[in-house]
């Protein structure tokens, strides 16, 4: 069964610009929730979507926002970069029959210059 | 809202050595419980979990968490440690109230170096 995957692994943008980030979860998960990882505060909840539907949201500003397809990809979108952006990004996926862990992807290691 | 403390950010200990973890969180209400470890350059893994039952948990690779409802705590440890545990190690709380809401809530983490 195929594990949590994230696309791209790396990236490097530029202050300013916009970037997309892309999860594809487990096979027969619904549920995809984004976190952000840096060294400084940790991992923070981003958002979460089920049934293409955002059910919960962290405490980051517009900028941030995602979406989720008919087939459980989901998309994190990023706008007017920050240098504070920089960060590892990653994707979790759950199977919503009972009680379930989240089952995280490798991230996207993103950085911006 | 919930937090959750982890008290140790950097624990080094010899091959053999016995491991204790600190997590505590404040939440006043039922709480999934979870350690994930993140070896370098990997991802994300689940050690172990508690949603109700024995507080006493056994995970993964010869770990063990104890979840102590009147201390808010969720320790984990390890009678022997060996260099290959070498990670971090980061406590999380899933508050059970609002299903609606998976949002995993993590502490700041530990990073264990086990030296041979």
């Known amino acids: 069964k195929a594990g949590v995957t994230q696309t791209p692994r790396y990236l490097i943008k530029t202050r300013g610009q916009q970037v997309t980030l892309s999860c594809s979860p487990i096979?027969?998960?619904?549920?995809v929730s984004w976190y952000q990882q840096t060294p400084g505060q940790g991992l923070q909840f981003l958002f979460e979507y089920f049934s293409e539907t955002q059910r919960n949201k962290g405490n980051f500003p517009g900028r941030f926002s995602g979406r989720q397809f008919s087939n459980s990809r989901s998309e994190m979108n990023v706008s007017t970069l920050e240098l504070g952006d920089s960060a590892l990004y990653l994707c979790?996926?759950?199977?919503?029959?009972?009680?379930?862990?989240?089952?995280f992807g490798q991230g996207t290691r993103l950085t911006v210059v | 809202a919930q937090s959750v403390s982890q008290h140790n950010h950097h624990v080094i200990l010899s091959e053999a050595a016995s491991l204790e973890l600190g997590c505590n969180y404040s939440y006043g209400g039922t709480v999934n419980l979870f350690w994930y470890v993140q070896y370098p350059g990997q991802h994300l893994q689940l050690l172990l979990k508690y949603f109700s039952g024995d507080p006493l948990v056994k995970g993964i690779k010869g770990f063990e968490a104890e979840f102590i409802k009147s201390k808010f705590s969720f320790n984990l440890r390890k009678p022997s440690v060996q260099w290959s545990d070498t990670a971090e190690y980061f406590c999380?709380?899933?508050?059970?109230?609002?299903?609606?809401?998976?949002?995993?809530?993590f502490g700041s983490g530990t990073r264990l170096q086990v030296q041979p």
């Open positions: 999380a709380v899933n508050p059970e109230e609002d299903m609606g809401r998976r949002a995993l809530t």
């Open positions: 096979s027969g998960h619904r549920s």
């Open positions: 979790a996926s759950r199977n919503l029959g009972g009680y379930t862990e989240a089952f």
